[in-house]
């Protein structure tokens, strides 16, 4: 009986931690995953001389969704003939896929309808670039609708300026519900 009660302790301290723990994990891996998703999309701009492009990705990852959500995945893609909305044609080639994250992830992005919150596009200089070439700059918020994390643990935000630099950043009082960033 005294077994069962010190298992039953333990139970109750420990599964609430290991669910945050889960939680925590699940939301930092996918910020990981666009964080460098968009840094091997800037660094192929640079080496091949041509612009690069990261969209939220169609069903079956073969052209962009630019109605749908980053996480239901993404794809990196050469944008050799760039088009409004972004778009794999014929001559352009996917370098990398990411299937959809975890049920408990959503990516947000501010913008609008041209800006972070649908696509962000390298130029061949590294810069990050609107389609019709102006500068594009933006934060993206991945973030965890978990009730296991507080409202200071729950996101992180990718930030991207107009060089093209691309910074990941804490972010405290973001509600369950994960509101796009302003």
């Excluded at 939680?23 to 990981?32: E, L, V, W, Y």
């Excluded at 995945?73 to 370098?95: E, N």
């Excluded at 049920?103 to 041209?114: E, F, K, R, Y």
């Excluded at 918020?141 to 992180?156: E, H, K, W």
């Amino acid at each position: 009986m005294v077994a069962v009660s010190v298992l039953a302790i333990l139970l109750a301290i420990g599964v609430p931690r290991l669910q945050s723990f889960v939680a925590s994990s699940r939301m930092r891996a996918a910020s990981h995953d666009l964080y460098s998703a968009l840094q091997t999309a800037r660094m192929e701009a640079i080496r091949r001389n041509q612009r690069v492009t990261v969209c939220k990705a169609n069903t079956d990852f073969s052209n962009c969704n630019n109605s749908g959500n980053w996480h239901s995945g993404w794809i990196v893609f050469v944008d050799r003939t760039v088009s409004a909305p972004p778009a794999v044609d014929g001559t352009d080639t996917i370098l990398q896929v990411r299937q959809p994250l975890a049920p408990d992830i959503v990516i947000t992005g501010n913008g609008g309808a041209s800006g972070t919150a649908t696509y962000v596009s390298f130029g061949a200089d590294g810069a990050s670039k609107q389609l019709n070439g102006a500068f594009q700059a933006g934060t993206l918020r991945v973030c965890s609708t978990s009730a296991a994390l507080s409202n200071d643990t729950r996101a992180r935000h990718l930030v991207i300026n107009a060089s093209g630099r691309i910074i990941s950043e804490s972010v405290t009082g973001v509600a369950s519900t994960c509101p796009a960033p302003n």
